[in-house]
């Protein structure tokens, strides 16, 4: 490949003694000059970590005052903006061409890529240029290995050194333990080494995902118990008054299932009334949005951005994907939060596998039995019999729930360890094993022109990362308003039928026999995958 092209518009330069810059913090904006140059700073107040109480004006100034220290491993090197408009829990996005207007004393590096376009990268060679580019957003600063005079010839060589994320987690003292066995190879050939932390974990991948749970909200006051909370109906929009929060609820009136008589007031109320035991199941997890608008028969769309504007105290899961795209999820983390994810016109509800803490990590296994045409819903039983007893035999406890729309779902709880692909891995072997087992019944093909009529799939690719099913509890879309509702393996061998289980019994039928998965949330009596892994 022959060399690229780069050469350097420069202006004027400033003097390169850098002077003590203290920046005002009862502004939003100003201007502060430096030699003869001049520099606007903007969103001086915006919180960019609120967590900690830091600000925008608290970062531009950390880097003035480490400028002296910094700039010398900056100059004459092309930068890429990594920009962060919302802060550091925010979404970010790559700049790679020096935005205009822009101040006529950044001085550019233009690289000509091997497309034959030309990109005219900023430099920053001095305080005024470094301020420049911080006051876009840019939190971490990522300058190119070579400078601009011969951008193909790198000043270093260099080694990331990344923990594994897996089982069991590798801790910060392997890392630190590598980089001494990387030294001390590179000694031995005579190689000078010099080393830093990142800062950080390292970016998404396709099997790790950074995340953080995200609140701005104060505590509640203690508010009316869900138990007693019902929904007004005299009106079509209100607000109400849940966990000492207000919630406004719309088109309470509005037919969600008209020809059973149902409206989205009762949908609401179904939720508030089976909240107690839905809740433990949602808190602290990433929850894709599933929206109606017009009821159980009507168009729907996924949603997985929390819509704004929104209640201050609605809680984010915020990931960040391979793409190094971060989403922002909401979290129900009670009843308000429910009550505003189902006001949405989220008719069933669809979490993730694993809590926003990690993840890459789940807390459960499972199974989606779904019958291919030609399969009643006895198959389907059958098959579920059939996983729960190969499952027992690897002693691993089974929980099952009907879907609420054609199938069975069978969970195992696991220890929290193995990372969502290799639970999804486990699952695809155990899957096969089952359609070799009694191939009259089961099928693992995940092709549906392919899956042979008659039989039940046993999904094993809904364990892959990011996927969601309809959660415990759930109402689905369907004719009945059915309910994904735990039976019994008693009752699954007895027989029992979707429409056995919907929103106008399942609250009773809570009452009477409480949880069922209870067992799910708990730390004891779940299984250690590792040793099929």
Not at 46 to 70: N, S, T
Not at 265 to 280: K, T
Not at 455 to 477: F, K
Request: a positive charge; one cysteine or more.
């Amino acid at each position: 490949m022959s060399p690229r092209k780069a050469t350097r518009a420069r202006a004027a330069r400033a003097p390169r003694k850098e002077t003590q810059l203290v920046l005002p913090r009862d502004t939003d904006t100003v201007e502060v000059r430096l030699g003869a140059r001049a520099v606007r700073l903007t969103n001086l107040r915006k919180p960019f970590w609120p967590e900690l109480g830091i600000a925008k004006r608290d970062l531009l100034q950390y880097y003035a005052d480490v400028a002296p220290a910094l700039l010398p491993h900056l100059r004459d090197r092309a930068m890429v903006m990594k920009r962060y408009p919302n802060g550091a829990a925010g979404e970010f996005f790559f700049m790679k061409r020096a935005p205009s207007p822009r101040p006529d004393w950044i001085e550019l590096c233009s690289i000509e890529h091997e497309s034959g376009n030309v990109i005219d990268f900023p430099m920053i060679q001095d305080l005024p240029a470094l301020l420049w580019v911080v006051n876009l957003g840019c939190i971490d600063l990522n300058q190119w290995y070579a400078r601009c005079d011969d951008v193909d010839r790198p000043d270093y060589v260099h080694f990331d050194l990344d923990p594994v994320k897996g089982t069991p987690e590798v801790p910060f003292e392997r890392v630190r333990e590598t980089a001494l066995v990387v030294r001390d190879g590179l000694e031995a050939l005579g190689m000078p080494a010099l080393a830093k932390t990142t800062g950080s974990r390292g970016p998404a991948t396709r099997d790790y995902h950074p995340s953080r749970r995200r609140s701005t909200a104060k505590k509640p006051s203690r508010g009316r118990a869900a138990s007693s909370f019902t929904i007004p109906r005299d009106t079509d929009d209100v607000v109400v008054e849940a966990g000492g929060r207000e919630v406004k609820l719309t088109n309470v009136n509005k037919p969600f299932w008209p020809e059973l008589g149902i409206t989205k007031g009762d949908l609401l109320q179904y939720y508030a009334d089976v909240s107690q035991w839905l809740i433990p199941h949602l808190t602290d997890r990433a929850m894709v949005m599933k929206r109606y608008p017009h009821g159980a028969a009507g168009e729907f769309f996924f949603m997985k951005r929390a819509p704004s504007p929104r209640p201050e105290w609605i809680e984010l899961c915020s990931i960040e994907h391979g793409s190094g795209n971060v989403i922002d999820f909401p979290i129900v983390q009670d009843l308000p939060a429910l009550l505003w994810v189902v006001n949405l016109g989220c008719i069933d509800l669809n979490q993730w596998y694993a809590r926003c803490d990690d993840v890459d990590r789940p807390d459960y296994l499972h199974f989606d039995l779904d019958p291919v045409p030609g399969a009643d819903f006895g198959r389907v039983l059958e098959t579920a019999l059939l996983v729960r007893e190969s499952l027992d035999s690897l002693g691993m406890p089974t929980y099952a729930k009907t879907t609420g729309s054609k199938g069975v779902h069978v969970y195992v709880p696991i220890v929290r360890g193995p990372t969502q692909k290799q639970v999804w891995t486990f699952a695809k072997e155990f899957a096969r094993q089952m359609e070799a087992r009694k191939p009259e019944l089961v099928t693992a093909e995940y092709k549906v022109a392919k899956r042979p009529k008659g039989r039940v799939l046993v999904d094993y690719n809904q364990n892959a990362w990011g996927r969601t099913l309809a959660s415990i509890y759930s109402v689905r879309p369907k004719p009945k308003a059915s309910v994904s509702t735990p039976v019994t393996w008693k009752e699954i061998e007895r027989g029992v039928a979707i429409e056995d289980f919907r929103i106008d019994n399942v609250p009773a039928r809570l009452k009477k026999l409480g949880d069922l998965w209870e067992p799910l949330l708990a730390k004891s009596g779940r299984f250690r995958l590792e040793k099929f892994l």
